[in-house]
């Protein structure tokens, strides 16, 4: 897996092992963000995520060196952390991430942006909405309203020049094939 650099872009995610749920319930989405905020909010900026019943997606940008050296480690407590807890309240054993959530270092502004409107767009792509705006487990919504949330919408807004060109991006997925 390649190591965190600092001061760069990753897209982070993950599923659940097998056929399981991830968040089988609304209060394990809003639990799984407070471990986030916790454990991993504290060394990067975050621009999107999207939380689906059996995967994520995150966007971050990594802080100083010593932030980006922790942060595996960050992530894998994270995980430990929610998988405990999840465990105990549904009486189950084992894994429930696969191992080794994978990572991707964002190289270009187009990627970004891409990979911004990619992450919103899943709950459309797997049928759970019709619009980005419909999935109340995204960043979407907060970057819109750009109060009271974890995400750098500030940064967000800028790679789409304003708030209007952000929510005209988002009337249509973009081109999602990605140079990995």
């Keep these: 897996m390649i190591p965190f650099e600092a001061h760069r872009f990753y897209h982070i995610y993950n599923r659940a092992n097998g056929s399981e749920i991830l968040f089988k319930e609304e209060r394990n989405f809003y639990f799984f963000m407070q471990k986030y905020k916790q454990h991993i909010h504290p060394q990067v900026s975050t621009l999107a995520y999207c939380l689906m019943p059996n995967h994520f997606h995150l966007l971050i ?20 952390a929610y998988t405990q807890s999840y465990n105990k309240v549904y009486k189950r054993t084992g894994s429930l991430f696969q191992k080794n959530f994978k990572r991707k270092r964002v190289d270009s502004e187009l990627y970004l942006k891409k990979l911004i409107n990619y992450i919103h767009f899943n709950p459309v792509i797997h049928g759970f909405t019709n619009a980005p705006g419909q999935w109340k487990y995204s960043s979407y919504n907060a970057i819109l309203k750009q109060h009271n949330t974890a995400i750098n919408c500030a ?26």
């Design 61 to 80: 940008s990594t802080g100083d060196h010593k932030q980006a050296q922790g942060l595996s480690k960050s992530f894998s407590n994270m995980f430990s």
């Design 155 to 180: 940064l967000v807004i800028e790679l789409f020049d304003d708030i209007n060109n952000f929510r005209y991006m988002h009337q249509h997925p973009m081109d999602f094939s990605f140079d990995y």
